[in-house]
């Protein structure tokens, strides 16, 4: 009862959130609502006990929306990505093709003769899907995923050597030509 109950909590709550990526007016709370749209996703992967693809879905859910965050604060011209905008451009024919889209996809999932199977439930459902999705590659995905993770920190690291703010090296009380408190003009 309380699985049934928890996966319509974070179904409506992934709906409700992915609408709001689009009802918000900036990119930053665009991009938070998304992440918890799939957060909410993740939720019901975890639920139907798919634990290291939920647990794979919030990581790189997290860390694709904090990568997104820092992009808009670095390149947007308005700051924080906080200033009023509309993620829809053309209204009406989002609107069509998305209405569209749902219905095509629903009468898929009523129309379609699903297959059924008479074979048992393997023991470890996880394990199962990882050796059917990459087989004997599993060590070496995960591997890659570890290389690809220290890429990311590593470049942002690199990428960040100074604040936001400090244009004129590390030290903060020295004389800048634009500061006329400290010496300048």
Excluded: Q
Excluded at 31 to 39: E, P
Excluded at 123 to 143: C, F, N
């Amino acid at each position: 009862m309380w699985r049934e109950i928890l996966f319509w909590l974070c179904a409506v709550g992934s709906v409700a959130t992915g609408v709001a990526v689009f009802r918000v007016d900036s990119m930053a709370r665009a991009t938070f609502a998304l992440l918890a749209s799939f957060l909410f996703a993740a939720g019901t992967v975890l639920l139907v006990e798919l634990t290291y693809l939920g647990v794979l879905v919030i990581l790189m859910m997290v860390m694709e929306m904090v990568i997104m965050v820092v992009f808009m604060l670095m390149y947007m011209m308005n700051p924080a990505g906080l200033m009023p905008m509309t993620m829809v451009h053309n209204k009406k024919g989002s609107l069509v093709i998305a209405a569209g889209t749902f219905v095509v996809l629903g009468a898929g999932a009523y129309l379609i003769d699903w297959p059924t199977s008479d074979a048992p439930r393997p023991a470890d459902p996880t394990m199962a899907l990882g050796e059917a999705l990459m087989g004997p590659k599993m060590l070496t995905m995960i591997v890659l995923g570890l290389a690809l993770f220290a890429t990311i920190i590593a470049t942002v690291v690199l990428a960040t050597n100074r604040g936001r703010y400090d244009r004129y090296g590390d030290r903060l009380d020295r004389e800048r030509p634009d500061d006329p408190v400290r010496g300048g003009l």
